[in-house]
T-cell receptor, first 119, second 114 residues
Framework: GAVVSQHPSWVICKSGTSVKIECRSL??????MFWYRQFPKQSLMLMAT?????????EQGVEKDKFLINHASLTLSTLTVTSAHPEDSSFYIC???????????????FGPGTRLTVL | TQLLEQSPQFLSIQEGENLTVYCNSS?????LQWYRQEPGEGPVLLVT?????EVKKLKRLTFQFGDARKDSSLHITAAQTGDTGLYLC??????????????FGQGTILTVHP
C-alpha cells in the first residue's frame, strides 16, 4: 500500500511556542490530505482538509488561525500549531487518499502520528 | 450529516473467544472501511467493502457489508492477544464522493487477555 510519513513522531514544547508537523506522501501524489486530532482511547476527529494550491478547509469549531495548514507541494502538507497551550497536547495524525486503478473508491492511508506535549 | 454508530465501545475477552463489532448508520454509504490502530501509531486499513451484502475474509477476520449499505460488521474468530487494539469503521462523506473525506465511528477498544 501507499506510504505516508509524519515528522516529528513526538515533540515537547513550552507553552506559547509554535510547532510545525510535516506530512508526506512518499510514493504517490496527494492533492488532498487530511489532519486529525485524537485523544486517548477515542476515535479520530477531523480538523481540516489540506488542499494543494488552495486554502485549507477547516471543520466547525477548529480555529484556522490556531492551526495553520500549508499544502506546499503534491507530496507535503504541514500543520503548525501556533502559540501552543497545554490543552493543545494531543496525537495529531494526517492521511492522504489514493485511488488504485480499476477501483471506484479511494483508499485512505494514514501517517504514524505525532504526539504533541505542551508544557 | 452522515454518522456512523459503532458498538461496543469497549470489549475485553479471553484468548480464543469470538467477537463481533458493529457499525451502523441511518445513511447509505458507497463503501465502508475498517481500520485497526495500535497505541502511538496511525490507523492501518484492514478492508474496504463496496457491494451490498458483500463478505470479505482476512484470515480470522470476517467483514460484512449490509444489503442496504447502511451497516457493517467485523467478526473475529478465536481472538489472539495480537488482535488487541482500536478498531475503527469509516465511510466517505457524501454518496458517491471521490473526494476522500471520511467520517469515523466512535471506535471499539478490543483487549484480548491471554
Amino acid at each position: 500500500g501507499a506510504v505516508v510519513s509524519q515528522h516529528p513522531s513526538w515533540v515537547i514544547c513550552k507553552s506559547g511556542t509554535s510547532v510545525k508537523i510535516e506530512c508526506r506522501s512518499l510514493d504517490f501524489q496527494a492533492t488532498t490530505m487530511f489532519w486529525y486530532r485524537q485523544f486517548p482511547k477515542q476515535s479520530l476527529m477531523l480538523m481540516a482538509t489540506s488542499n494543494e494550491g488552495s486554502k485549507a478547509t477547516y471543520e466547525q469549531g477548529v480555529e484556522k488561525d490556531k492551526f495553520l495548514i500549508n499544502h506546499a507541494s503534491l507530496t507535503l502538507s504541514t500543520l503548525t500549531v501556533t502559540s501552543a497551550h497545554p490543552e493543545d497536547s494531543s496525537f495529531y495524525i494526517c492521511s492522504a487518499p489514493t485511488r488504485s486503478s480499476g477501483r471506484a473508491y479511494n483508499e485512505q492511508f494514514f501517517g504514524p502520528g505525532t504526539r504533541l506535549t505542551v508544557l | 450529516t452522515q454518522l456512523l454508530e459503532q458498538s461496543p465501545q469497549f470489549l475485553s475477552i479471553q484468548e480464543g473467544e469470538n467477537l463481533t463489532v458493529y457499525c451502523n448508520s441511518s445513511s447509505v454509504f458507497s463503501s465502508l472501511q475498517w481500520y485497526r490502530q495500535e497505541p502511538g501509531e496511525g490507523p492501518v486499513l484492514l478492508v474496504t467493502v463496496v457491494t451490498g451484502g458483500e463478505v470479505k475474509k482476512l484470515k480470522r477476520l470476517t467483514f460484512q457489508f449490509g444489503d442496504a449499505r447502511k451497516d457493517s460488521s467485523l467478526h473475529i474468530t478465536a481472538a489472539q492477544t495480537g488482535d488487541t487494539g482500536l478498531y475503527l469503521c469509516a465511510g466517505p462523506v457524501g454518496l458517491g464522493t471521490s473526494y476522500g473525506k471520511l467520517t469515523f465511528g466512535q471506535g471499539t477498544i478490543l483487549t484480548v487477555h491471554p
